[in-house]
């Protein structure tokens, strides 16, 4: 398997077909612990929000400042630059050094006085962490040929459940529950949602049942019919989807493939549409259900659910619409088409 850069330029392991999917996957676990690390650390200190609001006596703004902003600000425009020098220098080292920078500052995070010393530690844990999946993902790409990439992206990836699970029950002891109190709020929990989790496996049984009866090529087709309007409707139907189920994901495997089937009739880019499906699901998402509930209970505005969705029915489709509008933009007229081709 050839590498995207001239030999020597990057100091790599040698790809899977010389050492073999052994020590593929051997380097596929290591990703997924660092991984894993990464969201306990990141995840850790939303579960102790109130003892360390009221010892360094910040208010709910100015927490979330530091908890979200520091963070994701330093994560998403230096992975940037970090996944350029992935690309020209030695990845392993640089997830080696960019873990040691996370790591120390969660640890000095326990030592912060006020605000500012801990705006600088969160900081330092979106800069450490930005290191970590460029490299990764750019060495699985090379030890890993192009049929057995999912597996190990998929691998890798579930390290973003293993890190919050364990954050959770780390978190959960350092507030003084045992395991045995863990265990019995985590059925209870279960218990609680039951009918929500029979919901998703309904919903994705749903799924799988119009694709193989062929109900999302019918639907695909009929929707083919409204020609050049199709890229505003079929962002009209996600933001429909999930409106109606509340999921994201439900509604990509409700109208998925209808979305594919309907785009390619028309020479549309699957993917554009694939995408418009999830863009305008995310407008639909604030009229759900389940975020209806979520605002009058973090609001203590209970019984006012209708008000709730009275207020915010009109910003829903008014984004979607324009959502629709955009998705057209990029089907059609140039430069928007530049983003898909």
Not at 161 to 179: D, E, H, Q, R, W
Request: proline share 4%; hydrophobic share 50%.
């Amino acid at each position: 398997m050839s590498l995207p850069y001239p030999p020597g330029r990057v100091s790599t392991p040698a790809p899977a077909e010389s050492n073999g999917l052994g020590y593929a996957y051997y380097v596929t676990i290591i990703l997924l612990l660092a991984y894993t690390l990464s969201f306990v650390d990141r995840q850790i200190l939303g579960l102790l929000v109130q003892p360390i609001k009221k010892d360094l006596q910040l208010s709910d703004w100015v927490f979330s400042i530091v908890h979200g902003f520091a963070f994701a600000i330093f994560y998403t425009f230096v992975g940037i630059f970090l996944g350029r020098l992935a690309d020209r220098w030695n990845r392993r080292n640089l997830i080696v050094i960019g873990m040691a920078i996370w790591v120390v500052a969660t640890a000095a995070g326990g030592y912060v006085t006020g605000f500012v010393s801990l705006f600088v530690a969160r900081m330092f844990v979106g800069v450490g962490e930005a290191a970590l999946s460029p490299a990764a993902y750019s060495m699985l790409a090379d030890y890993f040929p192009p049929e057995r990439r999912a597996r190990a992206m998929s691998i890798y990836t579930s390290g973003v459940y293993i890190g919050s699970a364990t954050a959770f029950i780390v978190g959960g002891l350092v507030m003084k529950y045992n395991p045995v109190q863990l265990v019995s709020q985590f059925v209870r929990t279960i218990w609680l949602v039951r009918y929500s989790l029979i919901t998703i496996v309904l919903m994705l049984a749903l799924g799988t049942l119009t694709r193989y009866s062929g109900t999302d090529t019918t639907l695909g087709l009929a929707f083919a019919n409204t020609g050049v309007f199709y890229p505003f409707f079929g962002t009209l139907m996600g933001w429909l989807g999930v409106a109606l189920t509340g999921s994201d994901t439900a509604s990509n495997v409700l109208f998925g493939g209808m979305q594919k089937v309907a785009a390619e009739q028309l020479g549309l880019s699957p993917n554009l549409m694939g995408a418009a499906n999830s863009s305008g699901g995310v407008m639909g998402k604030m009229i759900d259900a389940q975020s209806i509930v979520v605002a009058s209970t973090a609001t203590r505005w209970f019984n006012h659910e209708g008000d709730i969705l009275r207020y915010v029915f009109f910003h829903s489709v008014a984004l979607a619409c324009l959502m629709g509008i955009f998705v057209t933009l990029q089907a059609y007229v140039w430069p928007f088409r530049l983003m898909v081709n």
